[in-house]
Protein backbone atom coordinates (compact mmCIF):
# COMPACT_ATOMS: atom_id res chain seq x y z
CA UNK A 1 0.00 0.00 0.00
CA UNK A 2 2.95 2.22 1.09
CA UNK A 3 5.04 1.72 -2.01
CA UNK A 4 1.55 2.84 -4.45
CA UNK A 5 1.74 6.35 -2.81
CA UNK A 6 5.58 6.94 -1.60
CA UNK A 7 7.38 9.27 -3.56
CA UNK A 8 10.10 8.79 -5.53
CA UNK A 9 11.94 11.02 -3.10
CA UNK A 10 11.12 8.36 -0.12
CA UNK A 11 12.08 5.35 -2.25
CA UNK A 12 15.16 7.34 -3.25
CA UNK A 13 15.98 8.32 0.92
CA UNK A 14 15.53 4.67 1.63
CA UNK A 15 17.94 3.45 -0.86
CA UNK A 16 20.43 5.94 0.66
CA UNK A 17 20.16 4.49 3.54
CA UNK A 18 21.15 1.38 2.65
CA UNK A 19 23.82 2.39 0.70
CA UNK A 20 25.30 4.50 3.55
CA UNK A 21 25.09 1.06 5.95
CA UNK A 22 22.68 3.42 7.70
CA UNK A 23 19.97 1.82 10.06
CA UNK A 24 16.09 1.93 8.44
CA UNK A 25 14.13 2.85 11.48
CA UNK A 26 10.06 1.60 12.45
CA UNK A 27 9.43 5.04 11.18
CA UNK A 28 10.86 5.54 8.19
CA UNK A 29 9.12 4.61 4.67
CA UNK A 30 10.24 1.34 3.37
CA UNK A 31 9.19 -1.01 0.58
CA UNK A 32 6.61 -3.34 1.74
CA UNK A 33 9.01 -5.98 0.24
CA UNK A 34 11.31 -4.90 2.83
CA UNK A 35 8.59 -4.89 5.37
CA UNK A 36 7.33 -8.53 4.29
CA UNK A 37 10.76 -10.30 4.37
CA UNK A 38 12.19 -8.68 7.90
CA UNK A 39 8.68 -9.81 9.33
CA UNK A 40 9.46 -13.28 7.90
CA UNK A 41 13.26 -13.36 8.87
CA UNK A 42 12.59 -11.54 12.54
CA UNK A 43 9.63 -13.93 12.66
CA UNK A 44 11.59 -17.16 12.02
CA UNK A 45 14.48 -15.81 14.10
CA UNK A 46 12.06 -15.36 16.99
CA UNK A 47 10.10 -18.93 16.67
CA UNK A 48 13.70 -20.54 16.74
CA UNK A 49 14.68 -19.42 19.88
CA UNK A 50 11.64 -20.18 21.36
CA UNK A 51 11.31 -23.84 19.40
CA UNK A 52 14.84 -24.48 20.06
CA UNK A 53 14.38 -24.12 23.71
CA UNK A 54 12.63 -28.08 23.65
CA UNK A 55 15.85 -29.93 22.28
CA UNK A 56 17.61 -28.89 25.34
CA UNK A 57 15.30 -28.11 27.61
CA UNK A 58 14.37 -31.94 27.62
CA UNK A 59 17.60 -32.56 29.65
CA UNK A 60 17.18 -30.15 32.03
CA UNK A 61 15.43 -32.63 34.46
CA UNK A 62 18.29 -35.18 33.85
CA UNK A 63 21.55 -32.95 33.66
CA UNK A 64 23.98 -34.88 35.49
CA UNK A 65 25.56 -32.51 37.84
CA UNK A 66 24.03 -29.50 39.91
CA UNK A 67 26.28 -27.20 38.41
CA UNK A 68 25.43 -28.21 34.62
CA UNK A 69 21.70 -28.40 35.75
CA UNK A 70 21.49 -24.29 36.38
CA UNK A 71 23.83 -23.89 33.46
CA UNK A 72 21.38 -25.45 31.46
CA UNK A 73 18.37 -23.80 32.66
CA UNK A 74 19.70 -20.83 32.62
CA UNK A 75 20.43 -21.55 28.99
CA UNK A 76 16.83 -22.34 27.84
CA UNK A 77 15.98 -19.41 29.85
CA UNK A 78 17.85 -17.03 27.90
CA UNK A 79 16.76 -18.58 24.85
CA UNK A 80 13.23 -17.42 25.94
CA UNK A 81 14.88 -13.68 26.55
CA UNK A 82 16.08 -13.69 23.07
CA UNK A 83 12.57 -14.88 21.79
CA UNK A 84 10.94 -11.87 23.82
CA UNK A 85 13.66 -9.51 21.97
CA UNK A 86 12.99 -10.13 18.63
CA UNK A 87 9.48 -10.33 18.81
CA UNK A 88 9.36 -7.19 19.99
CA UNK A 89 11.69 -5.87 17.20
CA UNK A 90 8.69 -7.46 14.96
CA UNK A 91 6.23 -5.76 16.65
CA UNK A 92 7.74 -2.47 15.45
CA UNK A 93 6.97 -3.60 11.99
CA UNK A 94 3.10 -3.89 12.90
CA UNK A 95 2.43 -7.97 13.81
CA UNK A 96 1.56 -8.63 17.71
CA UNK A 97 3.29 -11.62 19.31
CA UNK A 98 0.34 -13.62 19.26
CA UNK A 99 -0.47 -13.39 15.81
CA UNK A 100 3.32 -14.38 14.83
CA UNK A 101 2.97 -17.36 17.62
CA UNK A 102 -0.39 -18.37 15.89
CA UNK A 103 1.34 -18.25 12.71
CA UNK A 104 4.44 -20.56 14.01
CA UNK A 105 1.66 -23.09 15.14
CA UNK A 106 -0.56 -23.16 12.00
CA UNK A 107 2.73 -23.72 10.42
CA UNK A 108 2.78 -20.72 7.92
CA UNK A 109 5.81 -19.44 9.21
CA UNK A 110 9.02 -21.34 9.93
CA UNK A 111 11.86 -21.96 12.48
CA UNK A 112 15.15 -23.13 11.88
CA UNK A 113 15.57 -26.83 10.66
CA UNK A 114 18.09 -27.80 13.04
CA UNK A 115 15.56 -28.32 16.16
CA UNK A 116 13.91 -30.57 14.09
CA UNK A 117 16.42 -32.95 14.90
CA UNK A 118 16.18 -34.81 18.19
CA UNK A 119 18.22 -34.52 21.55
CA UNK A 120 19.67 -38.15 21.90
CA UNK A 121 21.83 -37.70 25.24
CA UNK A 122 22.60 -35.25 27.49
CA UNK A 123 25.90 -34.58 25.23
CA UNK A 124 24.18 -33.22 22.90
CA UNK A 125 23.60 -29.85 24.95
CA UNK A 126 27.49 -29.44 24.83
CA UNK A 127 27.32 -30.09 20.99
CA UNK A 128 24.47 -27.89 20.59
CA UNK A 129 26.07 -25.26 22.07
CA UNK A 130 29.47 -25.82 20.43
CA UNK A 131 28.29 -26.42 16.85
CA UNK A 132 24.75 -25.08 16.84
CA UNK A 133 24.95 -21.96 18.48
CA UNK A 134 28.52 -21.61 16.66
CA UNK A 135 26.86 -22.08 13.25
CA UNK A 136 24.02 -19.69 14.57
CA UNK A 137 26.82 -16.91 15.77
CA UNK A 138 28.74 -17.24 12.34
CA UNK A 139 25.00 -16.19 10.49
CA UNK A 140 24.24 -13.70 13.36
CA UNK A 141 27.17 -11.33 13.80
CA UNK A 142 26.63 -9.84 10.29
CA UNK A 143 23.18 -9.51 11.66
CA UNK A 144 24.42 -6.98 13.94
CA UNK A 145 24.84 -4.57 11.08
CA UNK A 146 21.47 -5.19 9.66
CA UNK A 147 19.89 -2.44 8.31
CA UNK A 148 16.79 -2.64 10.34
CA UNK A 149 17.27 -0.90 13.10
CA UNK A 150 15.21 -3.01 16.07
CA UNK A 151 16.52 -6.22 14.38
CA UNK A 152 20.04 -4.99 14.44
CA UNK A 153 20.72 -3.69 18.10
CA UNK A 154 19.02 -7.07 19.17
CA UNK A 155 21.03 -9.54 17.76
CA UNK A 156 23.59 -7.68 19.15
CA UNK A 157 22.73 -9.20 22.56
CA UNK A 158 21.73 -11.95 21.41
CA UNK A 159 24.81 -12.60 19.57
CA UNK A 160 26.76 -11.67 23.20
CA UNK A 161 24.82 -14.42 24.53
CA UNK A 162 25.13 -17.09 21.91
CA UNK A 163 29.07 -16.71 21.94
CA UNK A 164 28.77 -17.33 26.08
CA UNK A 165 26.32 -20.60 25.55
CA UNK A 166 29.05 -21.89 22.73
CA UNK A 167 31.70 -21.62 25.03
CA UNK A 168 29.75 -23.16 28.22
CA UNK A 169 28.72 -26.19 25.16
CA UNK A 170 32.83 -26.64 24.04
CA UNK A 171 33.77 -26.12 28.01
CA UNK A 172 30.99 -29.43 28.22
CA UNK A 173 32.47 -31.27 25.81
CA UNK A 174 36.30 -30.57 26.76
CA UNK A 175 35.35 -31.78 30.41
CA UNK A 176 33.29 -34.90 29.32
CA UNK A 177 36.45 -35.23 26.94
CA UNK A 178 39.02 -35.33 30.12
CA UNK A 179 36.53 -38.10 31.52
CA UNK A 180 35.79 -41.79 31.08
CA UNK A 181 36.07 -43.27 27.88
CA UNK A 182 32.61 -44.19 27.90
CA UNK A 183 32.48 -40.12 28.05
CA UNK A 184 34.48 -39.68 25.22
CA UNK A 185 32.51 -41.90 23.00
CA UNK A 186 29.38 -40.27 24.07
CA UNK A 187 30.56 -36.73 22.82
CA UNK A 188 32.36 -38.37 19.55
CA UNK A 189 28.69 -40.19 18.85
CA UNK A 190 26.61 -36.79 19.17
CA UNK A 191 29.31 -34.42 17.62
CA UNK A 192 29.01 -37.23 14.45
CA UNK A 193 24.89 -36.64 14.64
CA UNK A 194 25.16 -33.20 14.41
CA UNK A 195 28.17 -31.81 12.36
CA UNK A 196 26.13 -32.12 8.77
CA UNK A 197 23.01 -30.29 10.80
CA UNK A 198 25.11 -27.72 11.68
CA UNK A 199 26.19 -27.14 8.02
CA UNK A 200 23.02 -27.35 6.82
CA UNK A 201 21.94 -24.14 9.64
CA UNK A 202 23.52 -22.08 6.57
CA UNK A 203 20.58 -22.89 4.39
CA UNK A 204 21.04 -24.21 0.67
CA UNK A 205 23.91 -23.97 -1.65
CA UNK A 206 23.83 -20.33 -3.25
CA UNK A 207 22.90 -21.61 -6.40
CA UNK A 208 19.84 -22.85 -5.18
CA UNK A 209 18.99 -20.33 -2.07
CA UNK A 210 15.97 -17.87 -3.35
CA UNK A 211 15.96 -15.12 -0.83
CA UNK A 212 19.66 -14.50 -0.86
CA UNK A 213 20.17 -11.37 -3.64
CA UNK A 214 17.16 -9.32 -2.73
CA UNK A 215 17.87 -9.42 0.77
CA UNK A 216 21.76 -8.53 0.09
CA UNK A 217 20.69 -5.58 -1.87
CA UNK A 218 18.25 -4.49 0.87
CA UNK A 219 21.14 -5.17 3.43
CA UNK A 220 19.31 -7.44 5.47
CA UNK A 221 21.22 -10.04 4.87
CA UNK A 222 25.21 -9.60 4.35
CA UNK A 223 27.03 -12.79 3.33
CA UNK A 224 25.76 -15.69 1.48
CA UNK A 225 24.98 -18.92 2.64
CA UNK A 226 28.20 -20.41 1.28
CA UNK A 227 30.36 -17.91 2.86
CA UNK A 228 29.32 -18.01 5.84
CA UNK A 229 29.40 -22.06 5.74
CA UNK A 230 33.18 -22.37 4.98
CA UNK A 231 33.84 -19.63 7.49
CA UNK A 232 31.95 -21.97 10.06
CA UNK A 233 33.83 -25.02 8.93
CA UNK A 234 37.10 -23.22 8.67
CA UNK A 235 37.01 -21.92 12.54
CA UNK A 236 35.50 -25.58 13.91
CA UNK A 237 38.39 -27.77 12.63
CA UNK A 238 40.82 -26.34 15.05
CA UNK A 239 38.29 -26.73 17.59
CA UNK A 240 37.69 -30.19 17.20
CA UNK A 241 41.44 -30.77 16.87
CA UNK A 242 40.99 -29.29 20.31
CA UNK A 243 38.81 -31.54 21.78
CA UNK A 244 40.33 -34.42 20.50
CA UNK A 245 36.78 -35.70 18.64
CA UNK A 246 37.07 -36.01 14.56
CA UNK A 247 34.54 -34.40 12.25
CA UNK A 248 32.46 -37.00 10.43
CA UNK A 249 33.65 -35.37 6.89
CA UNK A 250 36.21 -37.56 4.85
CA UNK A 251 36.60 -34.99 2.61
CA UNK A 252 37.53 -32.09 4.74
CA UNK A 253 41.15 -31.63 4.33
CA UNK A 254 42.94 -28.19 4.30
CA UNK A 255 43.72 -26.52 0.47
CA UNK A 256 46.33 -24.43 1.13
CA UNK A 257 45.66 -22.77 -2.44
CA UNK A 258 42.32 -21.45 -1.36
CA UNK A 259 43.77 -20.61 2.63
CA UNK A 260 41.16 -22.79 3.27
CA UNK A 261 39.53 -25.72 3.59
CA UNK A 262 37.78 -28.34 1.22
CA UNK A 263 34.80 -30.17 2.53
CA UNK A 264 31.65 -32.45 1.75
CA UNK A 265 28.15 -31.39 1.29
CA UNK A 266 25.52 -32.18 3.66
CA UNK A 267 22.88 -34.39 2.41
CA UNK A 268 21.12 -32.07 0.54
CA UNK A 269 17.72 -34.28 -0.10
CA UNK A 270 17.84 -34.92 3.89
CA UNK A 271 17.69 -31.05 4.49
CA UNK A 272 14.94 -30.58 1.75
CA UNK A 273 12.88 -33.07 3.54
CA UNK A 274 13.43 -31.87 6.90
CA UNK A 275 12.31 -28.52 5.69
CA UNK A 276 9.23 -29.38 3.93
CA UNK A 277 8.13 -31.20 7.42
CA UNK A 278 9.20 -34.47 7.47
CA UNK A 279 12.19 -33.99 9.80
CA UNK A 280 12.50 -36.49 12.65
CA UNK A 281 10.83 -34.01 15.45
CA UNK A 282 8.88 -31.28 13.33
CA UNK A 283 5.39 -32.53 14.66
CA UNK A 284 6.35 -33.07 17.91
CA UNK A 285 8.26 -29.14 18.19
CA UNK A 286 5.01 -27.66 16.77
CA UNK A 287 2.50 -30.00 19.42
CA UNK A 288 4.26 -29.03 22.49
CA UNK A 289 4.46 -25.30 21.18
CA UNK A 290 0.86 -25.66 20.48
CA UNK A 291 0.12 -27.49 23.69
CA UNK A 292 1.76 -24.75 25.82
CA UNK A 293 -0.33 -22.24 23.80
CA UNK A 294 -3.16 -24.03 24.52
CA UNK A 295 -3.08 -24.88 27.91
CA UNK A 296 -1.77 -21.16 28.37
CA UNK A 297 -5.11 -19.75 27.10
CA UNK A 298 -6.66 -19.33 29.91
CA UNK A 299 -4.01 -17.60 31.97
CA UNK A 300 -3.41 -15.26 29.46
CA UNK A 301 -7.04 -14.50 29.30
CA UNK A 302 -7.40 -14.24 33.23
CA UNK A 303 -4.50 -12.00 32.98
CA UNK A 304 -6.09 -9.48 30.05
CA UNK A 305 -9.28 -9.60 32.23
CA UNK A 306 -7.65 -8.54 35.54
CA UNK A 307 -5.83 -5.83 33.91
CA UNK A 308 -9.20 -4.53 32.08
CA UNK A 309 -11.12 -4.08 35.73
CA UNK A 310 -7.62 -2.42 37.18
CA UNK A 311 -8.12 -0.23 34.47
CA UNK A 312 -11.71 0.33 34.62
CA UNK A 313 -11.22 0.78 38.55
CA UNK A 314 -8.60 3.74 38.53
CA UNK A 315 -11.18 5.52 35.69
CA UNK A 316 -14.38 5.11 37.92
CA UNK B 1 45.52 -20.52 21.66
CA UNK B 2 45.07 -22.88 18.87
CA UNK B 3 45.56 -20.98 15.21
CA UNK B 4 42.46 -20.48 13.76
CA UNK B 5 42.50 -20.37 9.58
CA UNK B 6 40.66 -17.38 8.49
CA UNK B 7 41.15 -15.19 5.19
CA UNK B 8 39.83 -12.23 6.48
CA UNK B 9 39.47 -10.47 10.02
CA UNK B 10 36.14 -9.21 11.04
CA UNK B 11 33.65 -9.23 13.86
CA UNK B 12 33.36 -12.92 13.03
CA UNK B 13 36.41 -13.43 14.98
CA UNK B 14 34.99 -11.76 18.36
CA UNK B 15 32.49 -14.54 18.70
CA UNK B 16 35.04 -16.94 18.80
CA UNK B 17 38.16 -15.26 20.19
CA UNK B 18 39.54 -16.49 23.12
CA UNK B 19 36.61 -19.84 22.60
CA UNK B 20 40.41 -22.04 23.54
CA UNK B 21 41.09 -20.17 26.17
CA UNK B 22 40.39 -20.90 30.06
CA UNK B 23 39.13 -17.55 31.28
CA UNK B 24 37.27 -15.76 34.13
CA UNK B 25 34.09 -15.33 32.09
CA UNK B 26 32.62 -18.45 32.38
CA UNK B 27 28.76 -18.76 34.28
CA UNK B 28 29.12 -20.32 37.30
CA UNK B 29 33.24 -21.14 36.90
CA UNK B 30 34.71 -23.02 34.94
CA UNK B 31 36.24 -25.09 37.65
CA UNK B 32 34.72 -27.84 40.08
CA UNK B 33 35.36 -25.48 42.99
CA UNK B 34 33.65 -26.11 46.45
CA UNK B 35 30.50 -24.23 46.51
CA UNK B 36 31.50 -23.03 49.94
CA UNK B 37 34.68 -21.73 49.91
CA UNK B 38 36.13 -19.16 51.94
CA UNK B 39 33.15 -20.06 54.47
CA UNK B 40 34.13 -21.29 58.16
CA UNK B 41 32.38 -24.80 57.98
CA UNK B 42 33.24 -25.81 61.40
CA UNK B 43 30.25 -27.56 63.01
CA UNK B 44 29.03 -25.38 66.06
CA UNK B 45 29.59 -26.51 69.85
CA UNK B 46 26.64 -28.36 71.09
CA UNK B 47 25.29 -29.64 67.94
CA UNK B 48 25.48 -33.33 66.40
CA UNK B 49 26.96 -32.96 63.06
CA UNK B 50 24.52 -35.55 61.75
CA UNK B 51 21.73 -33.42 63.27
CA UNK B 52 23.15 -30.20 61.56
CA UNK B 53 23.73 -32.15 58.97
CA UNK B 54 20.01 -33.57 58.75
CA UNK B 55 18.72 -30.20 59.06
CA UNK B 56 20.70 -29.00 56.04
CA UNK B 57 19.00 -32.01 54.04
CA UNK B 58 16.03 -30.83 55.20
CA UNK B 59 15.96 -27.78 53.53
CA UNK B 60 18.28 -28.63 50.60
CA UNK B 61 16.09 -31.63 49.59
CA UNK B 62 13.10 -28.98 49.52
CA UNK B 63 15.21 -26.39 47.24
CA UNK B 64 16.38 -29.45 44.98
CA UNK B 65 12.74 -30.72 44.69
CA UNK B 66 10.82 -28.06 43.93
CA UNK B 67 13.07 -26.73 41.32
CA UNK B 68 13.52 -29.87 39.95
CA UNK B 69 9.67 -29.28 39.45
CA UNK B 70 9.56 -25.93 38.78
CA UNK B 71 11.87 -26.47 35.70
CA UNK B 72 9.45 -28.95 33.72
CA UNK B 73 7.78 -25.64 32.98
CA UNK B 74 10.61 -24.62 31.18
CA UNK B 75 9.08 -24.35 27.03
CA UNK B 76 5.73 -24.69 28.56
CA UNK B 77 4.81 -21.49 30.62
CA UNK B 78 1.75 -19.80 29.76
CA UNK B 79 3.91 -16.70 27.96
CA UNK B 80 7.56 -16.08 27.66
CA UNK B 81 7.44 -13.77 30.86
CA UNK B 82 6.19 -16.40 32.94
CA UNK B 83 8.77 -18.84 31.43
CA UNK B 84 11.57 -16.70 32.33
CA UNK B 85 9.96 -15.97 35.83
CA UNK B 86 9.37 -19.93 36.68
CA UNK B 87 12.91 -20.51 35.70
CA UNK B 88 14.32 -17.96 37.63
CA UNK B 89 12.35 -19.41 40.86
CA UNK B 90 13.50 -22.61 39.95
CA UNK B 91 17.66 -21.35 39.71
CA UNK B 92 17.41 -19.51 42.60
CA UNK B 93 16.14 -22.87 44.33
CA UNK B 94 18.81 -24.56 42.56
CA UNK B 95 21.30 -22.55 43.49
CA UNK B 96 19.90 -22.72 47.41
CA UNK B 97 20.16 -26.46 47.47
CA UNK B 98 23.45 -26.99 46.22
CA UNK B 99 25.07 -24.69 49.12
CA UNK B 100 22.70 -26.64 51.26
CA UNK B 101 23.71 -30.01 50.21
CA UNK B 102 27.50 -29.28 50.18
CA UNK B 103 27.17 -27.76 54.11
CA UNK B 104 25.03 -31.13 55.11
CA UNK B 105 28.37 -33.37 53.35
CA UNK B 106 30.51 -30.80 55.44
CA UNK B 107 29.35 -30.85 58.26
CA UNK B 108 28.65 -35.03 58.35
CA UNK B 109 30.82 -36.67 55.43
CA UNK B 110 29.09 -40.18 56.48
CA UNK B 111 26.25 -39.24 54.75
CA UNK B 112 27.51 -38.78 51.35
CA UNK B 113 27.05 -41.77 49.24
CA UNK B 114 30.18 -43.90 48.26
CA UNK B 115 30.92 -43.92 44.78
CA UNK B 116 34.23 -46.04 42.81
CA UNK B 117 37.65 -44.60 43.88
CA UNK B 118 38.78 -41.91 41.63
CA UNK B 119 35.39 -40.88 41.13
CA UNK B 120 35.49 -37.08 40.43
CA UNK B 121 32.11 -36.54 41.44
CA UNK B 122 31.86 -33.41 44.26
CA UNK B 123 29.95 -34.18 47.78
CA UNK B 124 26.88 -31.96 46.78
CA UNK B 125 26.64 -33.82 43.57
CA UNK B 126 26.68 -37.43 45.65
CA UNK B 127 23.71 -36.12 47.78
CA UNK B 128 21.56 -35.44 44.97
CA UNK B 129 22.56 -38.03 42.03
CA UNK B 130 23.02 -40.90 43.95
CA UNK B 131 20.42 -41.07 47.66
CA UNK B 132 17.64 -43.20 46.89
CA UNK B 133 14.38 -41.73 47.43
CA UNK B 134 13.67 -43.05 50.48
CA UNK B 135 16.70 -40.59 51.90
CA UNK B 136 15.11 -37.68 50.42
CA UNK B 137 13.84 -35.40 53.50
CA UNK B 138 11.60 -32.85 51.70
CA UNK B 139 8.62 -32.47 52.72
CA UNK B 140 6.09 -33.67 50.41
CA UNK B 141 4.71 -30.63 49.40
CA UNK B 142 7.81 -29.56 47.16
CA UNK B 143 7.11 -32.93 45.67
CA UNK B 144 3.68 -33.30 43.88
CA UNK B 145 3.31 -33.35 40.23
CA UNK B 146 2.76 -29.52 39.13
CA UNK B 147 -1.00 -29.56 38.16
CA UNK B 148 -1.89 -26.32 35.96
CA UNK B 149 -0.87 -22.93 36.33
CA UNK B 150 -2.94 -22.24 39.24
CA UNK B 151 -2.03 -24.82 41.50
CA UNK B 152 1.87 -24.16 40.48
CA UNK B 153 1.52 -20.62 41.44
CA UNK B 154 -0.55 -22.16 45.14
CA UNK B 155 2.35 -23.89 45.78
CA UNK B 156 4.84 -21.22 45.07
CA UNK B 157 2.64 -18.89 47.10
CA UNK B 158 2.36 -21.31 50.26
CA UNK B 159 5.93 -22.82 49.91
CA UNK B 160 8.14 -19.41 49.38
CA UNK B 161 5.80 -17.19 52.42
CA UNK B 162 6.68 -20.18 54.77
CA UNK B 163 10.52 -20.34 53.58
CA UNK B 164 10.85 -16.83 53.66
CA UNK B 165 9.50 -16.57 57.57
CA UNK B 166 12.16 -19.59 57.50
CA UNK B 167 14.42 -17.72 56.79
CA UNK B 168 14.13 -14.44 58.30
CA UNK B 169 14.60 -16.30 61.61
CA UNK B 170 17.69 -18.70 60.19
CA UNK B 171 20.22 -15.75 59.49
CA UNK B 172 20.48 -15.68 63.16
CA UNK B 173 21.59 -19.46 63.24
CA UNK B 174 25.14 -20.39 65.23
CA UNK B 175 25.83 -22.32 61.69
CA UNK B 176 27.10 -19.63 59.95
CA UNK B 177 26.80 -21.55 56.43
CA UNK B 178 23.01 -21.66 57.41
CA UNK B 179 22.94 -18.13 58.42
CA UNK B 180 24.85 -16.87 55.00
CA UNK B 181 22.32 -19.24 52.84
CA UNK B 182 19.37 -17.43 54.98
CA UNK B 183 20.81 -13.95 54.12
CA UNK B 184 21.18 -14.68 50.43
CA UNK B 185 17.43 -16.36 50.59
CA UNK B 186 15.72 -13.84 51.70
CA UNK B 187 16.04 -11.64 48.73
CA UNK B 188 14.90 -14.68 46.68
CA UNK B 189 11.85 -15.87 48.85
CA UNK B 190 10.63 -12.20 48.91
CA UNK B 191 10.29 -12.19 45.26
CA UNK B 192 9.25 -15.52 44.93
CA UNK B 193 5.93 -14.74 47.10
CA UNK B 194 5.78 -11.63 45.54
CA UNK B 195 5.46 -13.05 41.86
CA UNK B 196 3.06 -15.59 43.63
CA UNK B 197 0.58 -13.32 45.45
CA UNK B 198 0.35 -10.91 42.50
CA UNK B 199 -0.80 -14.08 40.59
CA UNK B 200 -2.56 -15.43 42.74
CA UNK B 201 -4.71 -12.16 42.58
CA UNK B 202 -5.05 -12.35 38.91
CA UNK B 203 -6.76 -15.52 39.13
CA UNK B 204 -8.60 -14.85 41.66
CA UNK B 205 -10.18 -11.69 39.53
CA UNK B 206 -9.62 -12.71 36.23
CA UNK B 207 -12.01 -15.01 34.90
CA UNK B 208 -14.74 -17.49 35.76
CA UNK B 209 -12.26 -20.00 34.60
CA UNK B 210 -8.96 -19.12 36.60
CA UNK B 211 -10.80 -18.61 39.62
CA UNK B 212 -11.97 -22.02 39.61
CA UNK B 213 -8.65 -23.51 38.50
CA UNK B 214 -6.91 -21.40 41.18
CA UNK B 215 -9.71 -22.83 43.95
CA UNK B 216 -8.99 -26.31 42.58
CA UNK B 217 -4.88 -25.96 43.01
CA UNK B 218 -5.44 -24.76 46.65
CA UNK B 219 -7.82 -27.61 47.75
CA UNK B 220 -5.75 -30.04 46.09
CA UNK B 221 -2.48 -28.80 47.81
CA UNK B 222 -4.14 -27.75 51.14
CA UNK B 223 -3.73 -31.02 52.85
CA UNK B 224 0.37 -31.04 52.64
CA UNK B 225 0.32 -27.71 54.01
CA UNK B 226 -0.33 -28.49 57.87
CA UNK B 227 3.45 -31.34 57.28
CA UNK B 228 5.60 -27.94 56.70
CA UNK B 229 4.83 -26.61 60.45
CA UNK B 230 5.18 -30.08 62.16
CA UNK B 231 8.62 -29.79 64.03
CA UNK B 232 10.82 -32.87 63.59
CA UNK B 233 12.24 -34.41 66.30
CA UNK B 234 15.77 -33.60 64.73
CA UNK B 235 14.40 -29.85 63.82
CA UNK B 236 13.97 -29.79 67.25
CA UNK B 237 17.17 -30.50 68.57
CA UNK B 238 19.32 -28.55 66.40
CA UNK B 239 16.77 -25.60 66.74
CA UNK B 240 17.44 -26.18 70.72
CA UNK B 241 21.44 -26.16 69.99
CA UNK B 242 20.81 -22.35 68.38
CA UNK B 243 21.47 -23.88 64.43
CA UNK B 244 18.00 -24.29 63.06
CA UNK B 245 14.27 -22.81 63.27
CA UNK B 246 11.30 -24.79 64.44
CA UNK B 247 9.05 -24.41 61.47
CA UNK B 248 6.06 -24.35 64.60
CA UNK B 249 7.30 -20.95 65.54
CA UNK B 250 6.64 -19.27 61.96
CA UNK B 251 3.34 -20.73 61.68
CA UNK B 252 0.98 -17.43 63.04
CA UNK B 253 2.87 -15.24 60.96
CA UNK B 254 2.77 -17.34 57.74
CA UNK B 255 -0.90 -17.33 58.25
CA UNK B 256 -1.70 -14.14 58.50
CA UNK B 257 0.41 -13.47 55.38
CA UNK B 258 -2.03 -16.02 53.41
CA UNK B 259 -5.02 -14.60 55.23
CA UNK B 260 -4.26 -11.30 53.83
CA UNK B 261 -3.69 -12.32 49.84
CA UNK B 262 -6.81 -14.99 50.68
CA UNK B 263 -8.96 -11.87 51.54
CA UNK B 264 -7.30 -9.62 48.64
CA UNK B 265 -8.70 -12.12 46.64
CA UNK B 266 -11.86 -12.97 47.70
CA UNK B 267 -11.28 -16.45 48.52
CA UNK B 268 -12.03 -18.85 51.40
CA UNK B 269 -9.39 -20.56 53.32
CA UNK B 270 -10.10 -24.12 52.62
CA UNK B 271 -11.30 -26.49 54.69
CA UNK B 272 -9.44 -29.83 54.34
CA UNK B 273 -7.91 -31.98 56.78
CA UNK B 274 -3.94 -32.92 56.42
CA UNK B 275 -2.47 -35.33 54.70
CA UNK B 276 -1.37 -38.43 56.76
CA UNK B 277 1.75 -39.92 56.90
CA UNK B 278 2.82 -43.49 57.36
CA UNK B 279 3.01 -44.99 60.73
CA UNK B 280 3.36 -41.49 61.29
CA UNK B 281 6.05 -41.08 59.21
CA UNK B 282 6.16 -37.98 56.30
CA UNK B 283 8.42 -36.08 53.61
CA UNK B 284 11.07 -35.44 56.62
CA UNK B 285 11.42 -38.68 57.47
CA UNK B 286 11.80 -40.36 53.69
CA UNK B 287 8.39 -41.31 53.15
CA UNK B 288 7.15 -39.73 50.24
CA UNK B 289 4.35 -40.21 47.41
CA UNK B 290 4.04 -41.96 44.62
CA UNK B 291 5.16 -39.38 42.08
CA UNK B 292 8.54 -38.84 44.53
CA UNK B 293 10.33 -42.06 43.31
CA UNK B 294 9.90 -40.98 39.25
CA UNK B 295 10.94 -37.64 40.58
CA UNK B 296 13.81 -38.60 41.70
CA UNK B 297 14.66 -41.58 38.62
CA UNK B 298 15.06 -38.57 36.38
CA UNK B 299 16.93 -36.39 38.06
CA UNK B 300 19.69 -38.89 38.81
CA UNK B 301 19.73 -41.24 35.22
CA UNK B 302 22.44 -40.06 33.67
CA UNK B 303 24.85 -39.20 36.69
CA UNK B 304 23.69 -42.94 38.12
CA UNK B 305 25.25 -44.34 34.25
CA UNK B 306 28.66 -42.26 35.10
CA UNK B 307 29.40 -42.78 39.00
CA UNK B 308 33.11 -42.10 37.36
CA UNK B 309 32.13 -39.18 34.72
CA UNK B 310 33.14 -35.84 35.23
CA UNK B 311 30.62 -33.02 33.91
Redesign the interface.
Known sequence: MTSAVAGPELEAHFTATIEHADRIEPRDWMPDGYRRTLVRQVAQHAHSE?IG??PE?AW????????????L??K??DE??H??YL?SAAETLGVSRNELTEMLISGKQKYSSIFNYPTLS?TDVGTIGWLVD?AA??NQ??L?RTSFGPYGRAMIRI?KE???H???G???LM??M???D??RAMVQESVDRFWWPALMMFGPPDEDSTNTEQSMEWGIKTHTNDELRQ?FV??S???A??LGVTLPDPDLV?NEER???DFGQPDWDEFWSVVKGDGPCNAQRIA?RK??WD?????????T??AA?ADEEKTA | MAEVHTHEADDHESAYAGLLVNDAHWAFGTDFEDPLAGVDTTVPEGIEPATLAAYCLMLGDDALVLSQRLSEWCSRAPDLEEDIALANIALDLLGQARLLLARAAKADPSIVPALPDGSPVPDEDRLAFFRDDLQFRNVRLAEVPNGDFAQTIVRVLLFSSWRLAVFERLVRSRDSVLAAVAAKGIKEMAYHRDFAARWFLTLARGTEESRRRLVAGLDQLWPLWPELFETHALEREAAEAGVAVEPFEVSAEVQVVLAQVFAASGIDRPERGALAGIQGKKGRDGRHTEAFSLLVAELQVVARAHPRGQW
Open positions: IMQGIGRAPSLRRKAILAVQAGGLYYGICVPCCESFQRQFELTMRGTEQRDMVPQKAWGQHHQAEGAWVREAAAFA
